[in-house]
């Protein structure tokens, strides 16, 4: 049983179904559609090594074909584009490290589970049972498994009620949005901002980056070819571009005092704060939030977990950021829950084949995880940006 619908609980929930390992998901959303997924998220190796491996190889190809093209410079600017620093970026595998847009990657990752997942199944708490676990829904139903795997984000219930004690810190956030990327867009669109990796940074420390988020084939013509079963939504051209204050509370809502308010703002509202926010950068920089699709405008608050020390082994585990929150900087939180699925999946699996029992494999899980995924979460704040170690 997997509560949330995460791309780590996903992947794990495709590569069980593949290994004929049974697993239901349960989601709190009342569709796949409920609420937008965000933009854009890079795959590094070892997350597009954990979609291989969880994924049948029809789906896993329709990942790498339907991906972002890849940035071919990375460049770093003043608020007036006066290039600071800048470098080619070396062509990578186009299998192993690719962007991707948040939805296509749900949907795919979706494909194929629909006689297993759940919707408006919000989690409420668990009971451990003999030999299994409960889990108990908001509408007052419940079910019973072998083992619940909390993939229910950052404000994980599950946690809350496994690990009472965890802690995660407040970091910060900033505004993401999306500009249509157009044949007009491209005729103003300043060279240095159209397909690099690019960070825009005032004196003061305000900064702004812009993501061309062009896919490398049409989603129609990769689906007919690949895999014709899929459905996935159209997804035109765009840029995803994020803007960010000089410090970490530096967002206010007008009229509002509760910090809570920047979280809970309005797309249009918080178009508002980052046209605000910009408004000595570059015409062109300008421009790129001018004319984006303000309502869909969100805010990401940044959390970061505390590490927390090894727990007793039960029939309740966590994955992604239900334990290992992080920030954005190096672009591991996505890439870390896979390999979230990808060795609780190796786990399992040796479970089910008798190697090893289930809380065995549930403990040596955990011990793994534990290591790299607070490794991650301390690079993440002290190495923002710096290339990833093996």
């Known amino acids: 049983m997997i509560i949330g619908g995460g791309v780590g609980g996903l992947c794990l929930a495709q590569g069980l179904k593949k290994a004929g390992v049974g697993v239901t998901v349960y989601e709190r959303d009342a569709s796949q559609h409920f609420r937008g997924q965000g933009w854009r998220l890079s795959l590094k190796e070892e997350g597009a090594d954990a979609l291989r491996a969880c994924l049948p190889a029809d789906l896993f190809e329709l990942c790498v074909a339907t991906a972002i093209r ?36 749900r949907e795919i990752l979706l494909s194929g589970l629909e006689d297993v997942r759940r919707f408006g199944a919000e989690f409420v708490r668990y009971d451990l049972v003999d030999g299994g676990v409960r889990a108990h829904f908001a509408d007052g139903t419940s079910a019973v498994a072998d083992l619940l795997v909390g993939a229910d ?37 300043p060279e240095v901002l159209l397909d690099t990796f690019n960070r825009v940074i005032a004196p003061d420390g305000r900064a702004m980056s812009v993501v061309t988020c062009r896919t490398r084939e049409p989603l129609p013509e990769a689906v007919a070819r690949l895999s014709p079963s899929v459905r996935l ?41 980052a046209r605000q926010m910009i408004e000595d950068f570059h015409p062109a920089a300008r421009r790129v939030v001018d004319e984006a699709d303000a309502p869909a405008t969100f805010p990401v608050a940044l959390r970061s977990a505390r590490p927390v020390a090894p727990w007793p082994a039960t029939r309740v585990t966590l994955l992604g950021d239900a334990i290992h929150s992080m920030s954005p900087g190096r672009g591991e939180g996505a890439n870390t829950a896979l390999r979230d699925a990808q060795t609780l999946l190796r786990a399992l699996t040796a479970a089910a084949s008798g190697q090893v029992s289930p809380l065995e494999a549930v403990r040596g899980y955990e011990a793994e995880m534990l290591d790299y995924g607070f490794a991650a979460v301390t690079a993440s704040l002290s190495q923002p940006f710096m290339p990833r170690r093996s």
């Not at 410079?73 to 948040?102: C, E, Q, Y």
């Not at 810190?169 to 669109?189: C, H």
Request: proline share 11%.
């Open 70 to 105: 890849p940035a071919t410079r990375m460049t770093f600017l003043d608020h007036l584009l006066a290039p600071k620093f800048g470098k080619p970026i070396p062509p990578l595998p186009h299998d192993r490290s690719f962007g991707v847009n948040r939805l296509t990657l």
């Open 153 to 189: 984000g950052t404000y994980s219930r599950v946690r809350r009620q496994l690990l009472p004690d965890a802690e995660v810190d407040d970091i910060g956030g900033f505004v993401y949005g999306r500009t249509p990327l157009t044949g007009q867009t491209l005729e103003w669109l």
């Open 233 to 273: 939504t159209p997804m035109p051209d765009y840029l995803a571009w994020m803007v960010s204050a000089a410090e970490p509370g530096g967002w206010t809502v007008p009229g509002a005092e509760d910090p809570r308010a920047f979280r809970e703002a309005d797309g249009e509202t918080l178009h508002g704060l």
